[in-house]
């Protein structure tokens, strides 16, 4: 091959285009997320200077979506980090390991981010049905999971319609909002820092840390991509300009709409609230706002769902497709020519997620792929770089900056994150390690390989 680019699954049909390609990040992205963790970010840090974690957030996000990007442009296959990781750390060696290790914790957190939005759905469906129960919640949850599963049981072209439409009614609601707070913008209460709310004391860095782990999830997605490269037309070109061009369109949205509703509702009360958009357009325009803002949102977040278990469908598929999982996984649909088993899989999965709280998916999901995903993608990178082993199209500006500053943002983030979550992070790594040298003494693969 020449210039060590991989030859993408031929098997999987290239139907989305570009703008299908922006869409599918941005519905991912988007969702529940940034209508429903505003008040979680305004807890963690005291006040609304939580605007600061978001800011963090999208700087973050920008590097490191430059690290996927220059990934994305040289290894234009379904699979993302899998085949990343593979190639970068070596196909015979230590890449063994790191692409089993990714494929061994997306069985985790392919489901805790596809089951947050389907909770995310549930949790905003109260504002519109108060009187349903917390097991009510969960059972809405697991049936989004369902619908989603049975929708994406078809075609890849069909999917990229329903998620431009899905896409277009998000970008609709937050332009209501960010324009309904513009026209009732209160400065005063928008920047009501309470007392030390800059002193920089542990308490300050434990809070950044918490807010800035919320952004990153509401920015989470703009790797979706990524992971079905496979189905992406012209994916060296439209994979780097989606991530790109996703990241920076929703984190303009997301800005202009946090500081839209701290300058119109105060920040105290917002800190309670379930559902933080609709009681903001209530206030301004009465219940009826609040019922159709309501319905936007859940529209938002049953799109997160099925964009979600879109990408992480692919994984196991990428993973088996390469014989490096159960062979199952790899089986395609005759006629659509999409993953069968590795959908109904991931959906199974994350139905059973729905079972946890929405901050208890949110932490445990960005901490784990923080350790085991991001952090090895942007030293994956510059080995890449290093050896020179591939072709690149798309080129990071100001390498190896960003790559650094991502890789640093990923290690705060761990650092701040509580004990309990490192230490489920460091659990899931030794059961990985474990189940890949069992697997590899059975197979004699690295490093138990005939001689």
């Known amino acids: 091959m020449p210039n060590g680019t991989i030859v993408a699954d031929t098997r999987l049909k290239r139907g989305i285009g570009p703008v299908g390609a922006v869409a599918t990040n941005v519905l991912n992205m988007v969702g529940v997320g940034p209508f429903i963790t505003i008040p979680l970010a305004l807890a963690a840090m005291g006040g609304p200077q939580a605007m600061v974690g978001w800011i963090l957030g999208a700087a973050l996000c920008l590097c490191d979506g430059m690290v996927w990007a220059e990934l994305g442009s040289a290894m234009p296959g379904s699979g993302g980090s899998y085949q990343y990781l593979l190639h970068s750390f070596g196909a015979n060696g230590l890449g063994l390991p790191m692409s089993f290790l990714f494929l061994w914790q997306s069985l985790l957190t392919g489901p805790l981010s596809i089951a947050s939005g389907a ?48 896409t277009v009614a998000v970008v609709a609601a937050f332009c209501w909002v960010i324009v309904s707070g513009i026209l009732h913008f209160h400065p005063a209460m928008a920047f009501n820092f309470p007392a030390g709310a800059f002193h920089l004391t542990r308490g300050f860095w434990m809070g950044l840390g918490a807010a800035t782990l919320i952004a990153v999830y509401d920015y989470g997605g703009y790797n979706n991509v990524c992971l079905v490269g496979g189905e992406i037309k012209q994916p060296q070109k439209n994979i780097p300009r989606a991530i790109i061009a996703s990241i920076c369109l929703v984190a303009v949205l997301y800005l202009l709409m946090n500081i839209s509703i701290l300058g119109s509702l105060d920040w105290r009360t917002g800190q309670h609230s379930h559902a933080i958009v609709a009681d903001f357009m209530q206030i301004i325009y009465g219940r ?54 590795s959908l109904i899989f991931m959906g199974a999965l994350a139905s059973v997620a729905c079972l946890f709280s929405l901050e208890q998916l949110i932490s445990v999901l960005i901490v784990v792929q923080a350790a085991f995903q991001f952090a090895a993608q942007c030293i994956a990178v510059m080995l890449l770089r290093h050896t020179k082993k591939f072709a690149y199209p798309y080129h990071m500006p100001l390498y190896p900056l960003p790559a650094v500053i991502a890789l640093l943002g990923w290690v705060f983030i761990v650092a701040s994150s509580g004990t309990w979550h490192i230490v489920i992070g460091l659990t899931l790594a030794l059961a990985g390690l474990i189940a890949y040298f069992l697997k590899a003494i059975v197979g004699r693969e690295w490093p138990f390989e005939r001689a």
């Open 119 to 166: 909770v995310g759905f549930s949790q905003y469906a109260t504002f519109l049905f108060p009187g349903m129960s917390h097991w009510h919640q969960i059972l809405l949850a697991v049936v989004v999971c369902f619908v989603s599963t049975a929708l994406l049981y078809r075609s890849i072209d069909s999917i990229e319609t329903m998620t431009i439409v899905i």
């Open 288 to 341: 009826w706002a609040g019922v159709i803002i309501s319905i936007l949102v859940l529209i938002a977040s049953f799109g997160s769902v099925f964009a979600n278990l879109l990408g992480y469908s692919r994984i196991p598929y990428a993973a088996a497709g390469d014989g490096r999982f159960f062979p199952v996984f790899a089986r395609l649909h005759p006629v659509g020519r999409f993953p069968t088993i």
